[in-house]
């Protein structure tokens, strides 16, 4: 065979950038040291420990170039976060200073149990918090808390619908539940295997079904926020409230849509879910085009590539992937996963950290576009995820 020199040289050329490429990409992710990152955010949450106000509020958010936390008491959606940092923390040092903290601020969350529910961020609040503390360290009190929780959480279902009721306070010309909910659901399945009544666990499969019958476009993409009507429990439209536009995909939506459905696998081991759970992931990766692997706020942000990113997106979706991956006996599917979710993670690290611009763990992410608050900043929920996922992994490794 007679074969140009030219063309040759410059295949061999081609060939030998590959192998560069792939080469510094095995290092960069095989030189991955997990626990200097759980050391960094060690050392960043005892510098807003210092922070706090002593007065039963925790952080949230740092707005951009600020190195203040915004503080929120017990009532903010966000306000379970902060304590399962720390509780996570606890569990990846063993050092009894975190269960202390994480103990203290769990506590402020107490009366959340027995309160009537505001809406459908119980989960978040004590599961994140209590569910975290009593996961490690089997305080029957926490427990108690928890279970009470699941029962207020509950008062929210509409057996019309087949949903709980996210937001009561918005009322969208009917009965609303948004993506964010399947996330909350995890506190009903522990409660209904922990002593709560079987009802619970009725509950979060009856809604998740609902949702995965009617939240979603036929691509598989997420709508924020679906209203039905209260009596019939029908459809009435699919609409967003944080995301760029109704039709559009919101990052962290899809994220909590892939993340929820995972874990109603977990507890539930209906094949039904984990073939969903792929379809949410495959098309948030086929249409993630960051070199990063971590979304612009919006996927179909019109500003693109000059757009916000949202850190915490990636944070929940490489957290989840890595659950995902460990269901998968496809190897192709697994692999992809596994390395997906690790670049995500080594990116996160790399490129996202906060390092001596405030005391978070991570910068960008963004929270509420439209309403133009929290954007590009720091936020709890993805220091949480971040924490989340660096511990899933080190399992992963182990
Ligand atoms: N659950 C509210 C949010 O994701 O911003």
Redesign the pocket.
């Known amino acids: 065979m007679n074969l140009n020199p030219k063309f040759v040289y410059l295949l061999s050329v081609l060939l030998i950038c590959m192998s560069i490429g792939y080469t510094q990409q095995k290092k960069e992710t095989k030189s991955f040291d997990i626990k200097k990152q759980l050391e960094y955010c060690a050392q960043q949450a005892s510098k807003t420990l210092e922070m706090i106000p002593d007065n039963g509020t925790s952080p949230r958010s740092i707005p951009t170039g600020s190195k203040e936390w915004k503080f929120v008491n017990y009532k903010d ?1 966000t306000s379970g976060f902060w304590p399962g940092e720390l509780w996570y923390l606890y569990e990846a040092t063993g050092d009894k200073k975190w269960e202390k903290e994480a103990d203290k601020f769990s506590r402020f969350l107490t009366s959340l149990s027995v309160s009537k529910a505001n809406d459908h ?1 119980l989960g ?1 609040q004590v599961f994140n918090s209590f569910g975290n503390g009593y996961r490690l360290t089997k305080n029957a009190a926490y427990k108690e808390i928890i279970l009470k929780t699941a029962d207020t959480l509950a008062t929210l279902f509409n057996p019309k619908v087949g949903t709980i009721l996210s937001w009561p306070h918005n009322k969208y010309g009917g009965h609303n539940t ?1 993506i ?1 909910n399947m996330m909350n659901l995890e506190l009903l399945f522990w409660a209904s295997k922990n002593g709560g009544s079987k009802k619970l666990y009725d509950i979060a499969v009856q809604h998740a079904e609902t949702t995965m019958k009617n939240h979603f476009r036929p691509d598989f993409t997420s709508y924020h926020v679906l209203v039905y009507d209260y009596e019939t429990g029908k459809k009435i439209k699919g609409m967003t409230a ?1 995301g760029f536009s109704d039709e559009s995909m919101w990052a ?1 939506g899809q994220a ?1 849509a892939i993340y929820g459905f995972t874990m109603v696998y977990r507890e539930t081991k209906d094949p039904k879910f984990l073939e969903f759970a792929h379809k949410l992931a495959r098309v948030y990766l086929d249409k993630l085009i960051t070199e990063d692997l971590i979304p612009y706020w919006d996927f179909n942000a019109p500003g693109i590539p000059n757009e916000p990113k949202d850190a915490s997106a990636a944070a929940i979706v490489s957290s989840a992937l890595i659950e995902l991956s460990s269901y998968t006996k496809d190897k192709t599917l697994k692999k992809e996963y596994e390395t997906k979710s690790k670049k995500m993670i080594v990116s996160l690290s790399e490129h996202y950290q906060s390092q001596d611009v405030n005391s978070a763990f991570l910068l960008h992410s963004t ?2 576009k439209p309403a133009g608050s929290e954007i590009d900043c720091s936020i709890n ?1 993805a220091d949480y995820y971040y924490l989340e996922a660096l511990l899933r992994l080190q399992k992963l490794k182990k």
Do not use: K
């Open positions: 959606w961020d978040f948004i964010d944080q962290r909590w929270g509420h929920y």
